[in-house]
């Protein structure tokens, strides 16, 4: 087997029950959400619940300061995908105008700049820009997400392909390898959600 295959096969087999069942809500909460599954919910607030924890046990506060503000996005997008939804139909997707986009984009760098330059720095990150974008563009993401706007799909491509390159530049595979597989299934969320715009919302 090649070092890569056993870095991942390593990666897998001797990863906690906790671990491995956060990837398994990781994986089924993308899968629910690429459906517009209202499940994708509850499924995501169970999933940053465990990773919160596995990041406050690991000591990283402040990742595990942002799984709140991830639980607090998920909570308010199952209200409002229930609330604008009808029986007959379900909540539409629907896309930014540019300016919105420009406004959402501008907001997460500027975010991306204040983390890395002070708040990153002031925690003793090792790798304050690349975890401030991915911080920063993950939050982006979700809050696009919760409003069911598509271009929620571009943004986690984003932070995925940070991820991938920064997490193989760094030998590990088997976490470059995990955030290849939620990048080709948000690809695919953002082909499923932008084929749903053309279609009238059913419930």
Do not use: C
Not at 117 to 139: E, K, L, T
Not at 162 to 181: C, D, E, K
């Amino acid at each position: 087997m090649s070092e890569i295959g056993q870095n991942i096969w390593t990666g897998l087999t001797t990863a906690s029950w906790l671990d491995q069942f956060n990837l398994v809500l990781g994986l089924l909460g993308v899968g629910l959400m690429i459906r517009r599954s209202l499940w994708a919910f509850p499924v995501g607030l169970a999933a940053v619940s465990v990773q919160g924890v596995l990041f406050y046990r690991a000591a990283f506060p402040a990742d595990a300061l942002l799984q709140v503000f991830f639980f607090l996005t998920l909570a308010w997008g199952w209200w409002h995908w229930v609330r604008d939804s009808t029986p007959a139909a379900e909540l539409p997707v629907t896309a930014l105008s540019w300016r919105s986009r420009g406004l959402v984009l501008g907001a997460a760098l500027g975010a991306t700049v204040v983390w890395a330059r002070w708040i990153g720095p002031a925690m003793g990150a090792v790798m304050p820009w690349r975890d401030a974008f991915i911080a920063m563009f993950s939050v982006a993401a979700q809050v696009l997400q919760a409003r069911k706007n598509v271009e929620n799909w571009p943004l986690w491509a984003a932070v995925n392909l940070v991820a991938i390159a920064s997490y193989w530049s760094a030998a590990l595979a088997y976490t470059a390898f995990l955030y290849a597989i939620y990048l080709v299934m948000g690809l695919v969320g953002w082909r499923a959600w932008t084929r749903a715009m053309a279609k009238p919302a059913t419930a």
